[in-house]
């Protein structure tokens, strides 16, 4: 379903650089909904109904897995016709604990649930039968409820967890507050960073396969105060200052940070509280050649904060391995009303772009609009 199939009305010429879009549907509101786009981009509901939809996985046949966390459910949608459109979905598990969490890698699906790592092996051909899933791992720390969590394959090969720090502010144990990587057949894992109070989301840059992480900052230090980051691992190993500094250099008056220890900076500083969920490199072509390889962020947004700030996916330029300039693609915010809060994003195969949204249980599906049609299915 297209957002041409919902009433409408389209604002030309209100921007040079965007398009705005009003929605009028019973699956929204009463009232119409405001979505704002770059220009020359438009933006399609690809499946609904899909619960507090988290983390994406793409499969190898294009399959896209959707996790959860209130809902316990793993949701597949197959977009058969390839038409940008969903045609069929498929519960592979449900009734699990916290499963938001998930990775695709040779064939098989991951999914992370409480102190366990399950497996549900050639899973695009076991769509209507999944089967039972084969535990690879058990020893993830439990209070999954608090400790938030997500999860990639690495060029490695091995499996990258982040989790985060089951708590507003403290010193957390290990594992809590680091990302660790696993060898899912021998069970050995090496934690990567530690020193972060939650890892939104991370991704290996095209270019070099650097890894990047974002990083949510604490709560209760005012609007402004701390921004959230954008980090780099350069030294597997290295501490990146939680609890005791928040981005750059925001010192936690409740712990006092040990003399000896080394602190990362982050790359890149973000506002206050607009939550960065979602971290991804465009992999595709069909968006405009300034957008290939770039670091598309998906800002939550704010519940810790007197007026809104968030709700929308934005593009962070990388020239000589440092981000330059930081630029909206889409925004949810229709005024201070959140008409989705965008959480994880991933390469459509058809080049667009996946975005799932926790608030109403959606995927969207980013395009360009003037792509050559070989590249794009999508009828302007």
């Known amino acids: 379903m297209t957002f041409e199939n919902y009433p409408k009305r389209i604002f030309i010429g209100l921007s040079v650089m965007f398009a705005q879009v009003i929605l009028g549907s019973a699956a929204y509101a009463a009232e119409p909904v405001m979505i704002t786009v770059s220009k020359g981009f438009g933006l399609t509901l690809f499946a609904s109904d899909l619960g507090d939809a988290k983390q994406l996985a793409l499969g190898t046949n294009g399959t896209l897995f959707v996790g959860s966390h209130k809902e316990g459910i793993i949701t597949a949608l197959v977009d058969a016709n390839q038409d940008g459109r969903v045609d069929k979905r498929y519960i592979i598990a449900k009734g699990l604990h916290y499963p938001e969490a998930i990775a695709f890698h040779d064939g098989a699906l991951y999914v992370a649930e409480d102190e366990r790592i399950l497996r549900f092996v050639e899973i695009e051909s076991r769509l209507r039968r999944p089967g039972r899933p084969k535990e690879v791992y058990d020893r993830l720390p439990s209070n999954t409820k608090k400790s938030r969590r997500a999860m990639h394959f690495g060029p490695d090969g ?14 957390p144990e290990d594992p809590f507050g680091s990302i660790i990587a696993i060898n899912v057949e021998s ?21 070099d396969s650097e890894l990047w992480f974002s990083e949510l900052g604490r709560n209760w230090m005012g609007d402004n105060l701390p921004p959230d980051e954008i980090n780099k691992v350069e030294t597997v190993g290295s501490h990146y200052g939680f609890p005791y500094i928040h981005a750059t250099d925001v010192i936690e008056p409740a712990y006092d940070k040990p003399e ?104 969207y599906r980013l395009y360009y609009k003037n792509a050559p049609k070989s590249q794009s299915q999508d009828n302007d």
């Not at 894992?189 to 530690?194: D, G, L, P």
Request: hydrophobic share 40%.
């Open 158 to 171: 091995r499996l990258y967890i982040a989790i985060g720090a089951p708590c507003n502010v403290c010193e």
């Open 187 to 207: 069970g050995e894992s090496e934690q990567i960073v530690s020193g972060v109070r939650r890892v939104g989301a991370f991704d290996w840059s095209v270019a």
């Open 260 to 363: 000896n220890l080394k602190v990362v900076a982050p790359q890149f500083e973000l506002p206050a509280h607009v939550a960065p969920l979602g971290l991804h490199f465009y992999r595709g072509e069909q968006f405009p050649e300034r957008y290939h390889n770039q670091m598309f962020i998906a800002e939550n947004g704010s519940w810790n904060r007197s007026s809104k700030v968030g709700y929308q996916v934005v593009m962070l330029e990388i020239e000589n391995k440092k981000i330059v300039k930081r630029s909206t693609v889409v925004s949810f915010l229709d005024g201070e009303f959140p008409v989705a809060r965008p959480h994880s994003l991933l390469t459509a195969p058809d080049g667009g772009m996946y975005i799932s949204d926790d608030l109403k249980g959606n995927v």
